[in-house]
């Protein structure tokens, strides 16, 4: 009885243990983001800011988007780009609940990016965290918006003629509350910007960026997931007050986290004076 | 009840506030804009909102994950958007969302011919998406029907949690005309089954005897998983034949056993007729009082209005039609229904006679498209 205690984990509680094992390679980086989204959600639980029955996971199609295969809240799996629009139904139809989209580079940025541009337009009241892995990694290897230039893909294999889309830098132009960036190389920061998002209204978007060493890994010469882990975690700084011109990120250069917006503009909700 | 005097699209938009609508999310396109407008007025005052999304890719959607927060939902747009929100309704199909999704048609395909109504997309509304499914179309004729029918396309989304697609067109939706409006309380209007489990024991995809799961919603602590991939009844993804053979069974299934409830169909003189025209929407407005004029000449002849265009409750079509000698199917389109009407029609003679126009169909074409095979 006593051992069976000791092998739940403290953030078991907030998933579907009978679905595990889940479906992401070893040394994805994907599980670290979600468990560290998982703690700062358990924070805010504790506080009694959030009521874990209000909580509502929204997800695109993608190896990201199977986040809402494991959370034991209310979850919705939906069609690939299309998770933030469905998320803005569910938070219009019922203001009383915490919506938190999770998606890929692709899902909330390639085929999804008109609507994360008018969610943030709106400043929607919602919650948006995209992890970049840099590849279509469900699909096998493929362009993203937000791959590097040069660089080989399955659909780019001469090498990648178009620059990256810097979202970072995009949902900073609009009228977002909140843009910030993390890596799963520092899961603190993860957390403590979700926990922050979470306190606040209006559009919020955090970027993490991930690694995927079965499949980027695999493009750029480092499959080995722990060699990956390094590489990126060497190149990436966390300034405390970065501005926006330092948001591109370069391989070569380093990659900037932190919290790039910070505002308190009127929400969607408060502008239709709703919740 | 009271007396009121609207257009097509405005009796839509005072039926769906009666049937409670709470959720529309839409973007403009003729001949659905005006619908959109008279809500974004309305809606609001009876605790709705109305959202102008980027695209009707998101309208649908938005309006899916609205009744999955509880309310009821719903989008209106014309052929073009109807396109593009394909892959949305097949998600309504698959995880049973229950949305109405109004279609104006005009004059196709691409862009067509925004202001003219045609019946060219009847196979759109029935097929639109991916996927093998059933989902109820309803065809109105008139100003009164697009009231009527709206009302039975929440009822039916609701019932059978199921997207419905009401199909006007612009003939329809800016025609003007008398009609009695419902107060509230004057017809039923239903609502989705709640489960009667505690949510550890609730299996959100495992059906009642009607093959309808009941449907817990976000917020009230059931943990619904709303899965857009084939799913067992917890919801969860499963890649073999035997989940997905039940899955499709059951979505088809659950359409055609409510067939008694969904389907509707409108008989003139049919009983003693030989012969039996079939219509539909704007086109059966001018059959009508063409079949009254050849019987007046002594002709016997009646006339077969469909309200419900899929699923047909085909045992009460073909005891209709397989009487008469012949059936004539009259249509705006290069024969659709009357494909599944040749099948039906048993032993008559089934002709197909088009009436292909942009403008509401004159009485004499109609009249030849008719007596030609008389
Ligand atoms: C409309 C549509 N187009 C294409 C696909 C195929 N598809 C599934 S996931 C995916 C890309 C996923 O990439 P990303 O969003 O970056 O997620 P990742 O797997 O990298 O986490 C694609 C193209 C789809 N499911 N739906
Ligand atoms: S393919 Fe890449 S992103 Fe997908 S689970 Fe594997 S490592 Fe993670
Ligand atoms: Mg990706």
Same mark, same amino acid.
Request: with cysteine.
């Given at each position: 009885?006593?051992?069976?205690?000791?092998?739940?984990?403290?953030?078991?509680? /907030?998933?579907?243990?009978?679905?595990?094992?889940?479906?992401?390679?070893?040394?994805?980086?994907?599980?670290?983001?979600?468990?560290?989204?998982?703690?700062?959600?358990?924070?805010?639980?504790?506080?009694?800011?959030?009521?874990?029955?209000?909580?509502?996971?929204?997800?695109?199609?993608?190896?990201?988007?199977?986040?809402?295969? /494991?959370?034991?809240?209310?979850?919705?799996?939906?069609?690939?780009?299309?998770?933030?629009?469905?998320?803005?139904?569910?938070?219009?139809?019922?203001?009383?609940?915490?919506?938190?989209?999770?998606?890929?580079?692709?899902?909330?940025?390639?085929?999804?990016?008109?609507?994360?541009?008018?969610?943030?337009?709106?400043? *929607?009241?919602?919650?948006?965290?995209?992890?970049?892995?840099?590849?279509?990694?469900?699909?096998?290897?493929?362009?993203?918006?937000?791959?590097?230039?040069?660089?080989?893909?399955?659909?780019?294999?001469?090498?990648?003629?178009?620059?990256?889309?810097?979202?970072?830098?995009?949902?900073?132009?609009? $009228?977002?509350?909140?843009?910030?960036?993390?890596?799963?190389?520092?899961?603190?920061?993860?957390?403590?910007?979700? /926990?922050?998002?979470?306190?606040?209204?209006?559009?919020?978007?955090?970027?993490?960026?991930?690694?995927?060493?079965?499949?980027?890994?695999?493009?750029?010469?480092?499959?080995?997931?722990?060699?990956?882990?390094?590489?990126?975690?060497?190149?990436?700084?966390?300034?405390?007050?970065?501005?926006?011109?330092?948001?591109?990120?370069?391989?070569?250069?380093?990659?900037?986290?932190?919290?790039?917006?910070?505002?308190?503009?009127?929400?969607?909700?408060?502008?239709?004076?709703?919740? | 009840?009271?007396?009121?005097?609207?257009?097509?699209?405005?009796?839509?938009?005072?039926?769906?506030?009666?049937?409670?609508?709470?959720?529309?999310?839409?973007?403009?396109?003729?001949?659905?804009?005006?619908?959109?407008?008279?809500?974004?007025?309305?809606?609001?005052? /009876?605790?709705?909102?109305?959202?102008?999304?980027?695209?009707?890719?998101?309208?649908?959607?938005?309006?899916?994950?609205?009744?999955?927060?509880?309310?009821?939902?719903?989008?209106?747009?014309?052929?073009? %958007?109807?396109?593009?929100?394909?892959?949305?309704?097949?998600?309504?199909?698959?995880?049973?969302?229950?949305?109405?999704?109004?279609?104006?048609?005009?004059? %196709?395909?691409?862009?067509?011919?925004?202001?003219?109504?045609?019946?060219?997309?009847?196979?759109?509304?029935?097929?639109?998406?991916?996927?093998?499914?059933?989902?109820?179309?309803?065809?109105?004729?008139?100003?009164?029907?697009?009231?009527? *029918?709206?009302?039975?396309?929440?009822?039916?989304?609701?019932?059978?949690?199921?997207?419905?697609?009401?199909?006007?067109?612009? $003939?329809?939706?800016?025609?003007?005309?008398?009609?009695?409006?419902?107060?509230?309380?004057?017809?039923?209007?239903?609502?989705?089954?709640?489960?009667?489990?505690?949510?550890?024991?609730?299996?959100?995809?495992?059906?009642?005897?009607?093959?309808?799961?009941?449907?817990?919603?976000?917020?009230?602590?059931?943990?619904?998983?709303?899965?857009?991939?084939?799913?067992?009844?917890?919801?969860?993804?499963?890649?073999?034949?035997?989940?997905?053979?039940?899955?499709?069974?059951?979505?088809?299934?659950?359409?055609?056993?409510?067939?008694?409830?969904?389907?509707?169909? !409108? !008989?003139?003189?049919?009983?003693?007729?030989?012969?039996?025209?079939?219509?539909?929407?704007?086109?059966?407005? *001018?059959?009508?009082?063409?079949?009254?004029?050849?019987?007046?000449?002594?002709?016997?002849?009646?006339?077969?209005?469909?309200?419900?265009?899929?699923?047909?409750?085909?045992?009460?079509?073909?005891?209709?039609?397989?009487?008469? %000698?012949?059936?004539?199917?009259?249509?705006?389109?290069?024969?659709?229904?009357?494909?599944?009407?040749?099948?039906?029609?048993?032993?008559?003679?089934?002709?197909?006679?088009?009436?292909?126009?942009?403008?509401?169909?004159?009485?004499?074409?109609?009249?030849?498209?008719?007596?030609?095979?008389?």
């Amino acid at each position: 009885m006593a051992l069976a205690k000791l092998t739940l984990h403290p953030l078991d509680k /907030y998933l579907r243990t009978d679905r595990l094992p889940h479906i992401w390679c070893p040394g994805c980086g994907i599980g670290i983001a979600l468990g560290a989204m998982l703690r700062a959600i358990d924070r805010r639980i504790n506080e009694g800011k959030l009521d874990r029955n209000k909580v509502v996971f929204v997800t695109g199609i993608g190896c990201s988007a199977r986040v809402s295969f /494991y959370v034991d809240f209310d979850s919705a799996h939906t069609l690939h780009g299309r998770a933030i629009p469905f998320a803005t139904g569910v938070k219009l139809a019922n203001p009383s609940l915490e919506v938190i989209v999770v998606g890929g580079d692709g899902d909330i940025a390639g085929i999804g990016g008109n609507h994360l541009l008018h969610a943030a337009k709106r400043n *929607m009241d919602l919650f948006v965290v995209m992890i970049t892995n840099f590849v279509y990694a469900m699909t096998g290897g493929q362009l993203a918006p937000t791959t590097p230039l040069k660089v080989y893909t399955t659909t780019t294999p001469h090498g990648n003629p178009e620059p990256p889309l810097n979202v970072v830098k995009l949902v900073a132009s609009l $009228n977002a509350n909140y843009v910030a960036r993390a890596s799963i190389t520092t899961p603190h920061y993860i957390e403590m910007f979700t /926990y922050k998002a979470l306190g606040m209204r209006g559009f919020r978007f955090l970027e993490v960026i991930s690694t995927c060493p079965e499949v980027y890994g695999r493009h750029i010469g480092l499959r080995n997931p722990v060699t990956m882990f390094e590489e990126l975690k060497k190149r990436v700084k966390y300034k405390p007050n970065p501005v926006i011109d330092e948001s591109d990120i370069d391989w070569e250069k380093g990659i900037v986290i932190g919290e790039y917006v910070v505002r308190n503009n009127p929400s969607y909700l408060d502008l239709v004076k709703r919740g | 009840m009271r007396r009121e005097f609207l257009s097509g699209n405005r009796a839509i938009a005072e039926a769906a506030i009666l049937s409670g609508l709470k959720f529309y999310a839409g973007y403009p396109i003729t001949p659905a804009s005006d619908l959109m407008e008279y809500l974004a007025e309305k809606l609001p005052s /009876y605790g709705g909102i109305v959202v102008q999304f980027e695209d009707e890719i998101a309208s649908i959607n938005a309006a899916i994950g609205a009744s999955w927060a509880g309310v009821k939902a719903m989008t209106a747009t014309s052929g073009p %958007g109807f396109s593009l929100m394909a892959e949305g309704v097949s998600l309504a199909v698959a995880t049973e969302t229950p949305v109405v999704v109004v279609d104006i048609m005009r004059a %196709g395909p691409s862009t067509g011919i925004p202001t003219k109504a045609t019946q060219s997309d009847v196979y759109q509304a029935r097929w639109l998406a991916h996927g093998d499914y059933t989902i109820p179309v309803f065809a109105p004729w008139s100003v009164q029907d697009c009231y009527d *029918m709206t009302i039975k396309s929440f009822n039916v989304a609701e019932k059978f949690r199921t997207p419905v697609v009401l199909l006007s067109d612009a $003939n329809i939706a800016h025609m003007w005309e008398t009609l009695y409006v419902r107060e509230p309380g004057e017809v039923e209007i239903i609502e989705r089954k709640k489960p009667s489990v505690p949510p550890e024991e609730y299996r959100p995809y495992q059906p009642g005897l009607d093959l309808v799961p009941p449907m817990a919603v976000f917020g009230e602590g059931y943990k619904v998983i709303v899965e857009s991939l084939v799913h067992d009844e917890l919801g969860y993804y499963r890649q073999d034949s035997v989940t997905y053979r039940e899955m499709i069974a059951r979505l088809n299934e659950k359409i055609r056993r409510g067939v008694g409830y969904i389907y509707e169909q !409108e !008989e003139y003189w049919v009983e003693d007729s030989d012969a039996v025209v079939v219509a539909y929407g704007s086109t059966a407005r *001018m059959v009508y009082p063409v079949v009254k004029a050849l019987r007046q000449k002594g002709a016997r002849v009646g006339f077969l209005r469909l309200k419900t265009l899929w699923p047909l409750d085909e045992e009460r079509l073909w005891r209709a039609l397989s009487r008469a %000698g012949k059936v004539i199917v009259v249509e705006n389109n290069t024969g659709r229904v009357y494909l599944d009407v040749a099948r039906i029609a048993g032993s008559a003679r089934t002709f197909f006679s088009p009436v292909i126009t942009v403008d509401p169909p004159k009485f004499n074409e109609v009249m030849e498209a008719v007596a030609r095979w008389l």
